[in-house]
């Protein structure tokens, strides 16, 4: 914020520059819109396997997968399966390669191919080597003939990929609702201050007080993680005692300046 008109009856503040905010508009708002997309495909990417196997004689064994989501279902018949296999792959690379994770996913053998039966996973070893472990038992047991197993993961998604949405739908939310000053107007003609309020999408609010309402005008300083940060506040005498910061800057200089120039043009009153 800056001085973009001053005469001896007006004052006004707000920025020259308005497309230089653009970049930071964009990347909020694609920030907010890949959340909401993850989300989404996090809510539909979860599913719900069912493996139901069957022992046709001694040493035949038979299995149908059935894979089913939000949306449609898909089931396969593998034949002649002959052993379950737990599978170890390396995790994604990292900067430091020595905290990379192997991931774990399991496999059934037929005759002439592997088929996972699960997605592969750092979280759920035992689980999975579980899993491993009772169907191969049924296979080498001819007095047994029948087996299911069933996984669902189609909650862990809904939950994930809901508070992802929810996360970029607020921030979607709060860039076309949360305004900020983006001009003050003191007019010494009409005896009052308005204050327009912008949202990053446009939104407009706009706010009005008489000049003899101003009870104080003051910066205020706190600390960020690197920066300190100066607010450039006004404080009205109105019912509510409402308080506008008109500027947060790292730039002391700047916020004092635009101080005294408000406080110099309210003295002349």
């Known amino acids: 914020m800056e001085i973009i008109a001053q005469t001896p ?6 920025y020259r520059d308005t497309k230089s905010g653009w970049g930071s508009k964009v990347g909020a708002t694609l920030f907010g819109l890949a959340f909401c997309g993850f989300g989404i495909w996090g ?6 396997k069912i493996l139901k196997c069957i022992r046709l004689d001694p040493v035949q064994i038979e299995c149908q997968l059935t894979t089913s989501g939000l949306i449609g279902s898909e089931t396969i018949t593998l034949a002649n399966v002959q052993q379950a296999q737990l599978i170890k792959r390396r995790g994604a690379s990292r900067p430091n390669r020595s905290t990379r994770k192997d991931v774990y996913g399991v496999v059934l053998i037929t005759d002439d191919q592997k088929t996972a039966i699960s997605a592969v996973s750092t979280s759920n070893y035992p689980t999975k080597q579980a899993e491993v472990r009772r169907i191969n038992s049924f296979i080498n047991n001819p007095q047994q003939f029948a087996l299911n197993l069933r996984s669902d993961g189609r909650g862990l998604g809904l939950i994930v990929g809901g508070i992802l949405a929810t996360i970029g739908c607020g921030v979607i939310y709060a860039l076309w609702q949360v305004k900020m000053v983006s001009k003050a107007v003191f007019n010494r003609d009409l005896a009052r201050v308005k204050i327009h ?9 706009q706010l ?6 101003i009870e104080q005008s003051f910066i205020e300083e706190s600390r960020g993680k690197n920066d300190t940060y100066y607010s450039l506040n006004l404080k009205f005498s109105d019912r509510q ?10 730039d002391r200089l700047k916020a004092e300046t635009l101080l005294s120039t408000i406080r110099q043009f309210l003295d002349e009153i």
């Open 208 to 213: 009005s007080w008489y000049l003899r309402e």
């Open 9 to 14: 009856r007006r004052l006004e503040l707000g």
């Open 241 to 250: 005692r409402q308080r506008v910061t008109l500027l947060r800057t790292t």
């Open 197 to 205: 309020k912008t949202s990053v999408y446009g939104q407009l609010e």
């Open 43 to 48: 809510m539909f990417a979860g599913r719900q």
